[in-house]
């Protein structure tokens, strides 16, 4: 599991080694606490183990400047207990790719027919899945998040009832949802997002899984430019953000979508859940499902 965004120079880490469940939460607090363009968390396997069980847990969080440590030691006490606090180390690395670093051994994510996967994964790809090879790069999405692993699940719902005409990907990060749908639907995906990290790791990744003609990212605060207001109506939008941005868009989602639009939301906690849909709804954009995975939710509005 990987989220976040660091900078080009993070080159501050703090470190635990523990079991699965506790480096899942660690992970999931530092990304949800922290501003994820400045932070960055990975929870992953130790070492692979052919029996599947009974190895150690790493969980890593990345800092572009150097943590405060005592606040940070405080905020995984709760998450994890004070055991896990105390057993915490913090130090400096060298300047490195951290997600390359951390895919490595990663398996390839299925997400109902799509497959996530990086390019030491291109041989777990099967007949009829929809590969998407994602470059080890500094920008969030490599499936193995429970928010975008959400979203594509409700994508492949979506697509089994409909052909979307017009789609938009807000806040892009490395592209994953775009290149998705651009696979399926085979037309010009809209993308945004406001780092010029995220909008260059996602037009590599558009090329390099064949779909660079459909998805040009532009740097965008929100629906904030003149590419992706233009391309409006949307019958289908996803926006896989953070629960604040994604309150503070809806009035700006409900004018771009087309009537009876699809709108996949994540990146949200289960408390988030309540006031984003009360959000939308005051636009006049309805509830239709909801999908949780690894504590982050996923909902299916629709426009009215």
Known sequence: ML?????????????LTCDEATARRIADIIVETFDPAETAAAAFEETPSA?????????????????DEENLRALIEVAAGREAAQAVSFGRVDERDWVAASLEGL???????????????????????????????LAFGTGHHGSTRGCLLMLDRVARRRNPRAILDLGTGSGVLAIAAAKLFRRRI?????????????????????????????????????????????????????????????????????PRADIILSGLLARDVPGVIAAYRAQGVAFMRRLDIEGWATLLMRSA
Do not use: C, T
């Not at 900078?7 to 501050?12: E, G, L």
């Not at 029996?51 to 943590?67: H, S």
């Open 107 to 137: 398996k390839g994510v299925r997400a109902g027919r799509f497959i996530v996967h990086g390019a030491h994964g291109r041989g777990e790809v099967r007949k009829n899945d929809v590969p998407i090879e994602i470059e080890a790069a």
């Open 51 to 67: 029996d599947g069980g009974g190895r150690p847990w790493i969980v890593e969080a990345y800092f572009g400047a150097g943590p």
């Open 190 to 258: 809209e993308a945004g997002d406001i780092d010029p990290i995220s909008v260059a790791a996602a037009a590599s990744n558009a090329r390099r899984n064949g779909v660079g003609a459909f998805i040009r990212p532009a740097r965008a605060r929100g629906a904030d430019h003149n590419a992706l207001r233009q391309g409006a109506p949307y019958d289908l939008i996803f926006a896989n953000i953070l629960a604040k941005p994604l309150r503070d868009l809806a009035p700006a989602v409900a004018s771009l979508s087309a």
């Open 3 to 15: 989220e976040g965004l660091p900078p080009n120079n993070a080159a501050h880490l703090m470190r």
